[in-house]
Protein backbone atom coordinates (compact mmCIF):
# COMPACT_ATOMS: atom_id res chain seq x y z
CA UNK A 1 0.00 0.00 0.00
CA UNK A 2 2.61 2.24 0.61
CA UNK A 3 4.53 1.69 -2.21
CA UNK A 4 1.88 3.22 -4.30
CA UNK A 5 1.39 6.20 -1.95
CA UNK A 6 5.46 6.49 -2.15
CA UNK A 7 5.50 7.23 -5.99
CA UNK A 8 2.56 10.20 -5.76
CA UNK A 9 4.77 11.55 -3.28
CA UNK A 10 7.89 11.94 -4.91
CA UNK A 11 6.40 13.28 -7.62
CA UNK A 12 4.25 15.98 -5.50
CA UNK A 13 6.87 15.84 -2.78
CA UNK A 14 10.09 18.04 -1.75
CA UNK A 15 12.70 16.53 0.37
CA UNK A 16 16.04 18.48 2.45
CA UNK A 17 18.42 16.79 4.09
CA UNK A 18 17.55 17.41 7.41
CA UNK A 19 20.40 16.36 9.49
CA UNK A 20 21.40 19.55 11.08
CA UNK A 21 18.16 19.32 13.00
CA UNK A 22 18.40 15.45 14.00
CA UNK A 23 19.55 14.57 16.91
CA UNK A 24 20.92 11.30 18.62
CA UNK A 25 19.35 8.81 21.05
CA UNK A 26 20.46 7.75 24.07
CA UNK A 27 23.16 5.10 24.54
CA UNK A 28 25.32 6.40 21.70
CA UNK A 29 23.64 4.37 19.15
CA UNK A 30 24.54 5.58 15.46
CA UNK A 31 23.05 8.36 13.66
CA UNK A 32 21.62 7.96 9.99
CA UNK A 33 24.12 9.01 7.24
CA UNK A 34 21.24 11.27 5.78
CA UNK A 35 17.67 11.44 6.67
CA UNK A 36 14.40 12.70 4.18
CA UNK A 37 11.57 13.56 4.72
CA UNK A 38 9.80 14.80 1.64
CA UNK A 39 7.17 17.73 2.27
CA UNK A 40 9.59 19.11 4.79
CA UNK A 41 12.46 21.38 4.05
CA UNK A 42 13.51 22.51 7.48
CA UNK A 43 12.71 20.92 10.95
CA UNK A 44 10.10 20.77 12.54
CA UNK A 45 8.31 19.09 10.08
CA UNK A 46 4.76 19.94 9.82
CA UNK A 47 2.02 17.29 9.24
CA UNK A 48 -1.52 17.25 10.36
CA UNK A 49 -2.94 14.06 12.26
CA UNK A 50 -3.93 11.70 9.41
CA UNK A 51 -1.47 12.63 6.81
CA UNK A 52 0.96 9.85 5.59
CA UNK A 53 4.55 10.96 5.77
CA UNK A 54 7.17 9.18 3.55
CA UNK A 55 10.92 9.40 4.68
CA UNK A 56 14.54 7.72 3.80
CA UNK A 57 17.25 7.65 5.54
CA UNK A 58 20.95 6.27 4.83
CA UNK A 59 22.94 4.34 7.50
CA UNK A 60 26.28 2.84 7.84
CA UNK A 61 25.89 -1.11 9.04
CA UNK A 62 28.34 -1.55 11.89
CA UNK A 63 27.67 -5.65 12.42
CA UNK A 64 26.61 -8.53 10.11
CA UNK A 65 22.73 -8.82 10.52
CA UNK A 66 20.19 -10.63 8.48
CA UNK A 67 17.22 -8.58 9.48
CA UNK A 68 15.92 -5.43 10.85
CA UNK A 69 12.89 -4.28 12.44
CA UNK A 70 11.80 -0.45 12.48
CA UNK A 71 10.55 1.55 15.81
CA UNK A 72 8.95 4.60 15.85
CA UNK A 73 8.05 6.62 19.37
CA UNK A 74 6.71 10.49 19.80
CA UNK A 75 8.32 12.14 22.88
CA UNK A 76 6.66 14.39 24.95
CA UNK A 77 8.02 15.74 27.66
CA UNK A 78 8.96 13.31 30.13
CA UNK A 79 6.39 10.97 28.12
CA UNK A 80 7.32 8.11 25.35
CA UNK A 81 4.88 6.93 23.22
CA UNK A 82 5.31 3.96 21.04
CA UNK A 83 3.92 4.29 17.53
CA UNK A 84 2.57 0.95 16.65
CA UNK A 85 4.50 -0.09 13.10
CA UNK A 86 1.90 -2.12 10.97
CA UNK A 87 2.95 -5.97 10.52
CA UNK A 88 3.23 -5.34 6.62
CA UNK A 89 6.02 -2.85 7.22
CA UNK A 90 7.63 -4.98 10.51
CA UNK A 91 10.49 -6.61 8.35
CA UNK A 92 12.83 -3.19 7.17
CA UNK A 93 14.10 -5.45 5.00
CA UNK A 94 11.63 -4.96 2.39
CA UNK A 95 11.63 -1.33 3.09
CA UNK A 96 15.71 -1.32 1.91
CA UNK A 97 15.96 0.80 -1.45
CA UNK A 98 19.00 0.41 -3.62
CA UNK A 99 20.96 -2.48 -4.75
CA UNK A 100 21.87 -2.82 -0.79
CA UNK A 101 19.37 -5.71 0.65
CA UNK A 102 19.30 -8.22 3.66
CA UNK A 103 21.75 -10.07 5.25
CA UNK A 104 23.14 -6.44 5.97
CA UNK A 105 27.33 -7.17 6.25
CA UNK A 106 29.72 -4.92 8.51
CA UNK A 107 30.36 -1.36 6.51
CA UNK A 108 27.08 -1.68 4.04
CA UNK A 109 25.72 1.83 3.45
CA UNK A 110 22.17 1.20 2.98
CA UNK A 111 18.90 3.64 2.27
CA UNK A 112 15.95 2.48 4.13
CA UNK A 113 12.19 4.24 3.56
CA UNK A 114 9.51 4.06 5.32
CA UNK A 115 5.29 5.96 5.05
CA UNK A 116 4.02 6.01 7.94
CA UNK A 117 0.31 7.26 8.54
CA UNK A 118 0.58 9.90 11.59
CA UNK A 119 -2.24 8.75 14.45
CA UNK A 120 -1.10 10.53 17.31
CA UNK A 121 -2.84 11.28 20.33
CA UNK A 122 -2.61 14.61 20.58
CA UNK A 123 -2.86 17.44 17.86
CA UNK A 124 -1.44 21.10 18.18
CA UNK A 125 1.67 20.14 19.62
CA UNK A 126 5.44 19.89 18.59
CA UNK A 127 7.21 16.76 20.08
CA UNK A 128 9.94 14.53 19.28
CA UNK A 129 9.90 11.70 17.09
CA UNK A 130 12.64 8.99 17.79
CA UNK A 131 13.13 6.21 14.55
CA UNK A 132 15.28 3.48 14.61
CA UNK A 133 16.04 0.12 13.06
CA UNK A 134 17.24 -3.03 15.47
CA UNK A 135 19.14 -6.02 14.39
CA UNK A 136 18.72 -10.07 14.32
CA UNK A 137 19.64 -9.67 18.84
CA UNK A 138 17.46 -6.44 19.10
CA UNK A 139 19.93 -3.80 19.50
CA UNK A 140 19.69 -0.55 17.82
CA UNK A 141 21.97 -0.38 14.21
CA UNK A 142 20.77 3.62 14.05
CA UNK A 143 18.71 5.81 15.62
CA UNK A 144 17.60 9.66 15.30
CA UNK A 145 15.32 11.77 16.77
CA UNK A 146 13.91 14.78 15.19
CA UNK A 147 11.30 17.64 15.62
CA UNK A 148 7.73 17.20 14.47
CA UNK A 149 4.87 19.63 14.87
CA UNK A 150 1.35 17.95 14.81
CA UNK A 151 -1.78 19.83 13.81
CA UNK A 152 -5.10 18.96 13.65
CA UNK A 153 -6.32 16.87 10.80
CA UNK A 154 -6.72 18.53 7.65
CA UNK A 155 -10.71 19.47 6.95
CA UNK A 156 -12.10 17.83 4.15
CA UNK A 157 -11.04 18.30 0.60
CA UNK A 158 -8.06 20.66 2.42
CA UNK A 159 -4.61 20.27 0.69
Given at each position: ?????????????V?????????P??????L????Y???C????????????????M???????????????????????????I??????????????????????????????M?????????????EF????????????Y?R?????????????
Amino acid sequence: MFRYILVSLLAAGVSADLMDGITPCPNNVPLPLDVYVYGCDSLPCWVHNGDIVYFEMDFRVERFTQTLKPGVSLILGPLQIPFEIPPEDQDACGGLIGIVRCPLYQDDIARYGLGMKVEAPVSGVTVNLEFWLEDDWGQRVVCYRREQRIDQPRALGEK
